[in-house]
């Protein structure tokens, strides 16, 4: 059992379009962080979320944590080819530093 | 500043054989952490290293060393390799512990035939 459930797996759209994705979970995190890969790199840290209903923007991408801290979303807006990669998202609980990483959101936007 | 490196990028090896990873965190980073990643299990990690100490352990058998010498440099061995070893072999750095806000290195992607 996955500790932290992405969803979707897989998103492939055009160029424009808006998309969100989700990191679910059942425990509580003190924070959790969201990365993105690209093929052939590793990951990529872009935001850390800390306290429940905080949201957060960079540039055309928007994170929100649940008020539970036990999920977390992140939606793009007018989505860029450049957008294209794997989306990770990660986090510690029960009082461990060790984090566990979802299997991430596959998303390819075409031009 | 630069950032974490990881060598070498692509590794082919046989069954049976072993491999050894390195890893060169970012400067003044003590805490290296290595992650395994595949398709499918996603990523999993295997130990952390600080002070040239193991800290933290994974859940992967005792094929999967590693080690840290004193400027914070870290290796990674692998011994009797199995082609499920295939993998994206993952180096994170961070400043004094484990953590999920992390740096990481661009990988070593492992093929074992």
């Known amino acids: 059992t996955q500790l932290l459930e992405q969803s979707p797996q897989f998103l492939s759209i055009q160029e424009g379009e808006n998309l969100t994705v989700y990191c679910n979970s059942s425990?509580?995190?003190?924070?959790l962080q969201w990365y993105r890969q690209e093929p052939g790199e590793g990951p990529v840290l872009l935001v850390t979320?800390?306290?429940?209903?905080e949201v957060k923007k960079l540039k055309r991408l928007t994170f929100q944590f649940g008020d539970a801290r036990k999920d977390s979303s992140l939606h793009i807006t007018a989505a860029q080819p450049g957008d294209t990669g794997l989306y990770l998202c990660a986090g510690a609980t029960g009082g461990s530093y060790i984090p566990t990483f979802g299997r991430g959101t596959s998303l390819i936007v075409h031009p | 500043k630069a950032g974490v490196t990881q060598t070498p990028r692509y590794l082919i090896k046989t069954r049976g054989q072993q491999v050894t990873l390195s890893c060169s965190p970012i400067s003044g980073h003590r805490s290296v952490s290595w992650y395994q990643q595949t398709p499918g299990q996603g990523l999993q990690f295997l130990f952390e290293?600080?002070?040239?100490?193991?800290?933290n352990k994974g859940n992967f058998p005792g094929r999967f060393s590693g080690r840290q010498f004193s400027n914070s440099r870290s290796e990674m061995n692998v011994s009797t390799l199995e082609l499920g070893d295939s993998a994206l072999y993952l180096c994170?750095?961070?400043?004094?512990?484990?953590?999920?806000?992390?740096?990481f290195g661009q990988g070593t992607r492992l093929t074992v035939v």
């Open positions: 290293y600080f002070s040239e100490t193991q800290r």
């Open positions: 425990s509580v995190f003190s924070s």
């Open positions: 994170a750095s961070s400043l004094v512990q484990v953590s999920a806000e992390a740096f």
């Open positions: 979320v800390v306290t429940g209903g």
